[in-house]
């Protein structure tokens, strides 16, 4: 899934959550920065912790809303948060099926609201243990690891202070510094070593590959020009270059998007077919192809990162499907790419997303299906098992009435 253009992510660190965090040490009052690209609150109250702390007694804190300024080994503060997460995940009394009284049996739509409730409480109850970094961006913690790199790539080049995260957001900014490096093979695009798309921080990695199927198989209306309108890490730009199409533009509004896509574009050598531009939605002109992948659930996303993969209200996907029109060439043709989970959820139904098209005076020529492959279809333990079993994954194909 693209980024959502309508809600830019971060890209500074001036654009940051940036306020101040205070706490007591050693008799004196002390303040650093605070920083959550994903927006979560300075905490409220924060304690000194190093390695004497018990996990039972740091969930206990945790779920109090209470910060622990980590003071001990660096290593150990991995370990209590591994020990936070298990009790987190620790199977919790839920509302199943009544066989008796069909009321008392949660819908699909209670179910996801439920689900991204806990989600929400777990990620702010792991992300109460804190880390100090000092302006130089190192961790004067015993076995502290240099991740240096990791943070310059993400928040840009070290300032003159320094600041306090989450240990939880500090390895997530790591992960993605590792999957950057590495980068994910993509087969659709050749041979080794030149078929690997590197995801940046803040960019949604590219790793459900049954759309980029879709994309790869459905027949090419033309192959002079191409929209790729969401253009996130640039896979889908690359795909229709690599199939042949003359020139591709690709559009966002984040920075970092912009960014990621431009340097993958480059590092697959095809800079000379594929531009990357900043706007909303869609580029000047008129296209006899434009693609989108919006993001597929209709809900507010909680963390930047999340905007990906959740559209509030439709707004992305309303504003692709009232845009269309204008910018398709007569014969021209509209790919939307969508899973129907939103459907299953309860979160909007087919009929809804056939009147805006039909609304924005579009037909449709034709759907490609494709089942989901991603692992969570198998995981029965899935509290949204039920949805993600029936997901399919379709690629649209629009016309002009």
Request: hydrophobic fraction near 40%; charge should be neutral; proline fraction near 6%.
């Amino acid at each position: 899934m693209h980024s959502s253009l309508s809600n830019p992510l971060p890209n500074t660190p001036a654009q940051a959550v940036l306020t101040h965090l205070k706490w007591e040490e050693n008799g004196h009052h002390c303040e650093e920065e605070w920083r959550s690209e994903r927006g979560a609150p300075v905490p409220k109250r924060v304690v000194l912790a190093d390695d004497t702390l018990s996990a039972d007694s740091a969930y206990r804190l945790a779920c109090a809303g209470t910060g622990m300024l980590w003071r001990g080994d660096f290593q150990n503060a991995r370990l209590l948060l591994q020990a936070l997460a298990r009790r987190c995940d620790a199977p919790k009394k839920v509302r199943r099926a009544s066989k008796t009284n069909p009321e008392l049996t949660p819908t699909a739509q209670e179910n996801f609201h439920l689900h991204r409730q806990a989600q929400s409480q777990r990620a702010r109850t792991l992300g109460m243990i804190l880390i100090q970094i000092n302006p130089d961006r190192q961790i004067s913690l015993r076995r502290a690891p240099d991740w240096r790199a990791a943070m310059k790539e993400a928040w840009g080049p070290a300032g003159t202070t320094g600041c306090v995260t989450s240990l939880r957001e500090l390895l997530g900014l790591v992960g993605a510094h590792e999957w950057h490096e590495k980068g994910i093979e993509i087969s659709a695009l050749g041979d080794a070593p030149r078929n690997r798309i590197h995801p940046s921080y803040g960019v949604f990695s590219p790793v459900r590959s049954e759309y980029i199927q879709l994309v790869l198989d459905a027949p090419l209306p033309s192959s002079e020009l191409a929209f790729d309108i969401g253009v996130g890490t640039g896979v889908l730009s690359a795909i229709l270059a690599k199939r042949g199409v003359k020139r591709v533009i690709g559009t966002d509004l984040d920075p970092r998007a912009l960014a990621c896509a431009k340097e993958n574009i480059h590092r697959l050598g095809l800079s000379s077919k594929v531009e990357v531009v900043q706007a909303d939605l869609f580029p000047q002109g008129q296209a006899p192809l434009i693609v989108c992948n919006p993001p597929w659930l209709p809900a507010r996303a909680s963390a930047p990162i999340e905007r990906a993969v959740y559209d509030e209200n439709s707004a992305m996907l309303k504003g692709f499907l009232a845009g269309l029109a204008e910018h398709l060439t007569p014969q021209g043709e509209g790919w939307l790419i969508l899973s129907d989970l939103a459907e299953h959820l309860g979160l909007r139904s087919r009929a809804e997303l056939e009147a805006w098209m039909a609304s924005a005076g579009l037909k449709v020529l034709s759907k490609i299906d494709t089942k989901a492959e991603h692992k969570k279809v198998q995981d029965e333990s899935d509290p949204l098992h039920a949805a993600r079993a029936a997901e399919v994954t379709s690629l649209w194909r629009l016309g002009l009435v």
